[in-house]
Every structure is written in C-alpha cells, then in structure tokens.
C-alpha cells in the first residue's frame, strides 16, 4: 500500500504506516511529494493507473479530485464522524458524501506585538488607530502586516471582505457552496470594495499592495509592525524571533458584519484506484482517528486538530492552540468546488487593484464578468 504525504506529514506518518502493515501483512511505503505538486500529480497518476492507495491533502482539492474520479467516499461509522470537528466534517463532506477523514485546522488570526499593542483592538478602525499612531512616532513602519501583494490575496482578505457584507458564493438547500449564486459582481460585493478602499493606499493605508507573502512575516517578526493576520504556520518564526505576542480574532469594520475567515482543513483521502482499497479504508478511518497519531501530527505541526478529543487536551496545553480556535469560530470551509477555482485570479486582481486606488464598481464587476465567463 502506498501513501502519498507532503514534507510535513512524512516522517510522522511512517511508524503508524509501518504499524499497519505488519499487522495486516503488507508493506506501507509513505512517499514524500511536493506540497507545490501533490494535487496535480495525484490526478495525473490517477489516469495513469500508477496513483498511490491514500492521499494526504487539502480539503479544497476535493471538488477537482472528484469531478476526475479520482476519490472515493470513506466509510467513516458515525460514533468516528461525531468525534470530529462539526467545520471540518462539512468542509471533507462533498455533494453530502465524506470524502477525506480531517485530522488537522486552520484559519487566519491577529496577531498584534503586545509591547507596542497591549490591547486586541476590537475593530479595523481601532487597529488603524493604534497603528497609525506607532507609525507617526517612528515605532514602526506599517500599520498592518496584511499580505496582498501585486495581485491581490482573496484568501487572507476574506475577513475584511465578508465584515463588509460581500460574499464568493450563495449556500443551497444542502448547505453546500451554490456556484450559480454569485456574490462577486452583486451590489454588496461593490460596497464590500468601497469599504476596504478607505483603507487602501489612497486612504488609511492600512492594505498596501507592497506587503506580500515574501516579506510580511519579516515585517512582524522584525518589528516594523505591530500588526499581523496569518495563520498558525508562521507561529514558531514569530516564537524564535523572541516577540511577546498575543493571538485574536481578525477584527471586522465598525459596524460591519462579523469577519467570517476562511477554514482549511487537512485530511486523509482514498483514490478511487486503489488496488487495497478495503485496507485503504481501513486505515484512513481506524489509524487517523486514533488520538496517537492525531497528536503526533499536531506535533510535527501546530494547527489545531479535527479530533474533539485531542483539540480539547493540546487546547489545554498550549494556548496558542485555543486562540486559533477561537479565532475561527465563525469561520466557514473554503469553498471545496472545482468554480471556486475561477475565482482566485480575477476577484484577487481586482482587491489589488481597489486597494492601489482604481474603481471599485468597475474592478468588481471586471472581476465578475472573467468568473461567470471561466465558470461557463
């Protein structure tokens, strides 16, 4: 049986791997791929006949891996489903079938420098305030350590975006995603825009185009700024950069919406090509829901876990942990279908350019046009 894991999860994984297959009388061979590469060269494996048994993986390659028949549904016995994260059961549930049996979480938070920044700020405006004031007094040199580079970030703008009143996509009858209800383009979509554009280079400052993923974690960790939204991957470069630090919710715009961030989860797939596919299932609803290799995956890398059991006990333990959690309280999963890859390229474009100055009525309904033409 193979298994297919990135960097992260390999090491971890092959003394359960090495577990399972003795005791069923088979050899386990964990296979480290590229995070960068593992969705598109499962697929291409996949039509190939060659794919792995079980893939570890991210719950918003679902749409795209079974629209290629390329995942099978898990088996999972309800007593096992009611032991994980309600979020994190609906976002590897795919047209109201379980397809990935979650093991970890993760969502964006605050998180402020507490000598420069005692005090969460409890509103966008709030964290300008203090951030602006830092700025003027030479404490620091952004106000918000928040990436959106040249081309836009949507996902780390969803907060600000739906605090707005916007939204990606309707919700059907089944509580899933509803591709033909979208929210880009719509009236409340626009003024979502011309909210964030108040705090764009034109007008606060607060999101500036300048600021990507190669340099916004150095912002923070150096004190330049006091501010930073981000998830709990850039926690242990913040830890060894010696910051005292404190961990809350995004805040949302005064008198907006309730900031509702995008929730990713990692999880454990069957391919539908399986050659061992009854051991295939075996595994990934007996082994990955074992609280043992739930906490050794924790340990190999802090997010928060899908276990409730093992969520509850590292909560306690580390309060990072927790705060994160809380933080994604009112989050819901990232969008799992395959329209939502439409989506990325033209609504980040156009936050990009909003927030360097240009239209927002006419960059959102830009951005509109390119996805309902791509999504067809």
């Not at 047209?95 to 605050?110: C, F, I, K, S």
């Amino acid at each position: 049986m193979v298994i297919w894991a990135d960097p992260e999860r390999t090491a971890v994984l092959e003394p359960f791997a090495e577990e399972f297959g003795e005791a069923n009388g088979i050899k386990v061979d964990v296979r480290e791929v590229a995070v960068d590469t593992i969705q598109a060269d499962f697929v291409t494996a996949h039509e190939g006949g060659s794919g792995p048994d079980v893939l570890v993986g991210a719950h918003d390659w679902i749409g795209n891996l079974v629209q290629n028949g390329a995942i099978d549904p898990v088996q999972l016995p309800q007593e096992k489903v009611d032991a994980l994260n309600d979020v994190a059961v609906e976002a590897t549930t795919y047209d109201g079938r379980l397809y990935g049996v979650p093991y970890a979480m993760e969502n964006l938070a605050l998180i402020r420098n507490t000598a420069l920044a005692p005090e969460a700020p409890e509103t966008v405006e709030d964290l300008v305030e203090t951030g602006s004031r830092l700025k003027d007094e030479g404490e620091v040199q952004e106000i918000l350590g928040l990436q959106v580079s040249q081309t836009g970030d949507p996902y780390h703008m969803q907060p600000f975006y739906t605090s707005a009143g916007g939204y990606l996509f309707g919700t059907g009858d089944n509580g899933a995603p509803d591709p033909s209800d979208l929210g880009v383009g719509k009236p409340a979509s626009v003024e979502a825009f011309e909210r964030i554009a108040e705090f764009g280079e034109e007008g606060e400052g607060a999101f500036k185009r300048s600021i990507d993923g190669d340099n916004v974690g150095s912002l923070f960790t150096q004190g330049k700024t006091a501010y930073f939204v981000t998830g709990p991957w850039s926690l242990a470069a913040v830890q060894e950069a010696g910051v005292e630090y404190g961990i809350s919710p995004v805040p949302g715009f005064e008198g907006g919406e309730e900031p509702v961030p995008f929730v990713g989860v990692q999880a454990f797939f069957v391919a539908s090509g399986s050659k061992n596919k009854v051991l295939a299932q075996e595994f990934v609803t007996n082994y990955v829901t074992d609280p043992e290799l739930a906490t050794a995956l924790y340990e190999a890398d802090p997010r928060p876990p899908a276990l409730n059991e093992v969520a509850e006990k590292v909560g306690e333990e580390d309060a990072d942990v927790g705060a994160f959690t809380d933080a994604g309280a009112n989050g819901r999963p990232m969008p799992a279908i395959p329209e939502m890859d439409a989506v990325w390229d033209p609504f980040g474009k156009a936050q990009a350019a909003v927030i360097g100055g240009a239209d927002p009525k006419e960059a959102v309904e830009s951005a509109a046009e390119a996805i309902r033409e791509e999504i067809g």
